[in-house]
Antibody, heavy 120, light 106 residues
């Protein structure tokens, strides 16, 4: 079965960097893009963008350029989200997600989420 | 950027009642509209895609309708497990989510 398993919670100081992983299993990794979604505490969902797992080409949504980098290691079927120069506003749960497939282009598969806490 | 506005922000109903949630887009998204359910501490769950198609395993009490700029998610008879936050999301131009509707027990 399709699974997206994310790395554990992170506690970082302001100005530091963090790298969140999303390991896929149960399907051919390069068949479907990996998307990233942010959810600040008590807030809604924000789509951050996606990475083409076949070409490695990332695409970033408005507001997620500069400090945010999507990357891959296809050898281990894993996508990564790196955030640099962490700020208090980066406090959030970060989800990876994949479309359902078979004609359904919405996010039918989600990771469990990774909590990133930025605090001095 | 396409803005999705959900209403109401909070909906208070009792089990067995009918729930009607709305999502309005700032410009046409054709039928590229999805609905998700999220419970505390969990990832969102896809309910409806392409405005009116139920995702795999979603009960028939959930239905979606609309096209263009106005969309509705209807839950015909609320079960206790349906009380959660619901988000709409478009994929016509890039992807954006609405701000959510909290469905709470009255």
């Amino acid at each position: 079965q399709v699974q997206l398993v994310q790395s554990g919670s992170e506690l970082k100081k302001p100005g530091a960097s963090v790298k969140v992983s999303c390991k896929a299993s149960g399907y051919t990794f390069t068949t479907y893009a990996i998307n990233w979604v942010r959810q600040a505490p008590g807030q809604g969902l924000e789509w951050m963008g996606w990475i083409n797992t076949n070409t490695g080409n990332p695409s970033y949504a408005q507001g997620f350029t500069g400090r945010f980098v999507f990357s891959l290691d296809t050898a281990v079927s894993t996508a990564y989200l790196q955030i640099s120069s962490l700020q208090a506003e980066d406090n959030a749960v970060y989800f990876c997600a994949r479309v359902e497939g078979s004609g359904n282009n919405e996010f039918g598969y989600w990771g469990q989420g990774t909590l990133v806490t930025v605090s001095s | 950027e396409i803005v999705l506005t959900q209403s109401p922000a909070t909906l208070s109903l009792s089990p067995g009642e009918r729930a009607t949630l709305s999502c309005r887009a700032s410009q046409s998204v054709r039928s590229y509209l999805a609905w998700y359910q999220q419970k505390p501490g969990q990832a969102p769950r896809l309910l409806i895609f392409d405005a009116s198609s139920r995702a795999t395993g979603i009960p028939a009490r959930f239905s979606g309708s609309g096209s263009g700029t106005d969309f509705t998610l209807t839950i015909s008879s609320l079960e206790p497990e349906d009380f959660a936050v619901y988000y709409c999301q478009q994929r016509s131009i890039s992807r954006t989510f609405g701000q959510g509707t909290k469905l709470e027990i009255k």
